[in-house]
C-alpha cells in the first residue's frame, strides 16, 4: 500500500500519521518536508536544488525523469497521462511498485485565491498553467483510476477537502479494506489513444504541442469519463 504525499495545504496533517498501514511513501517535490520517513521522492528535474533533501538516508530514493519517463510512457505518455506530478508519480508507483492501493493526500490540486496554496505557504499552481496535457484534471485522475484497477489497484484520495482527483474518499482506518472498482472494458479508450499516436519518447511534450490537437485530447478526456460512468 503506497501514500502518494502531495504539498496541499492540509498535507502537513500526514505528519503524525502511523507508518502503518502504508508500505512506501512516494513524496512529490517539496512533500518530503512533512515527514522523515519518506521512501521515494518525485520530481521533476528542474526541482531546485536547494528544496532537495541534501543527506537522504541509504534507504530513501529520488526519482527523476530517466525513471519516471519510461515508466510513464508505458501507460501511455504525459499527454494522455497529465502532465502534473500527482499524475506521474502514481504511473510511477504503479510500475515500480505494484502496488494493492494508492491512497493519495495533499494532491487535490484546487488553489484558493487567498491564502496558502502549498503546506509551506504559498507556491506555484503547477496544475493550471496552460498545457496539453492538462486539460481535464478530472479526466486525468479518472484514466489513471481506471488503468490502476485493471491492474488490481485501488486509487482513493485520504483528503476531505475539495479536490480534482475523482476517486473514491478513504480514510486511514478503512484505507487497508479497500479493493479496486472493477474496471469496465478500456478498449475504445486505448484504441483511441493508439490512433492518436500522442507519444513523445523523450517525455518532453511541450516541444511537440504543435502536432497536438486540444479538440481530439478534449475528445479523449470525455471517453474516459464516459468509461468510468460505465463501471459496475
Keep these: 500500500m503506497v501514500l502518494v504525499l502531495g504539498s496541499g495545504p492540509s498535507a502537513n496533517r500526514a505528519a503524525d500519521w502511523p507508518r502503518a498501514p502504508f508500505t512506501q511513501i512516494v513524496a512529490i517535490n517539496n512533500a518530503w518536508r512533512v515527514r522523515p520517513d519518506?521512501?521515494?521522492?518525485?520530481?521533476?528535474?528542474?526541482?531546485?536544488p536547494e528544496q532537495q533533501p541534501?543527506?537522504?538516508?541509504?534507504?530513501?530514493?529520488?526519482?527523476?525523469?530517466d525513471a519516471y519517463v519510461p515508466i510513464q510512457n508505458g501507460y501511455g505518455g504525459f499527454v494522455y497521462a497529465g502532465g502534473t506530478m500527482s499524475f506521474t508519480?502514481?504511473?510511477?508507483?504503479?510500475?515500480a511498485l505494484k502496488p494493492r492501493v494508492l491512497a493519495y493526500f495533499g494532491c487535490d490540486m484546487v488553489y484558493p485565491d487567498t491564502g496558502p496554496t502549498h503546506f509551506y505557504g504559498t507556491g506555484t499552481p503547477d496544475p493550471l498553467r496552460k498545457d496539453i496535457s492538462l486539460r481535464s484534471l478530472e479526466a486525468k485522475s479518472a484514466r489513471l483510476m481506471l488503468l490502476a484497477a485493471a491492474q488490481g489497484c485501488a486509487c482513493v484520495n485520504l483528503s476531505d477537502d475539495e479536490s480534482r482527483l475523482v476517486f473514491p474518499r478513504a480514510t486511514l482506518d478503512t484505507v487497508a479494506t479497500l479493493r479496486p472498482i472493477t474496471p469496465p472494458p478500456l478498449t475504445a479508450a486505448l484504441a483511441e489513444e493508439a490512433r492518436l499516436g500522442y507519444i513523445v519518447a523523450s517525455g518532453k511534450y511541450w516541444k511537440e504541442e504543435s502536432r497536438f490537437d486540444p479538440a481530439a485530447v478534449d475528445a479523449l478526456d470525455q471517453l474516459w469519463f464516459s468509461t468510468l460512468k460505465a463501471a459496475p
Design 38 to 48: 519518506w521512501d521515494f521522492l518525485i520530481h521533476p528535474d528542474d526541482f531546485p
Design 54 to 65: 541534501a543527506t537522504p538516508s541509504a534507504s530513501q530514493s529520488i526519482i527523476r525523469s
Design 89 to 95: 508519480a502514481g504511473y510511477w508507483a504503479l510500475g
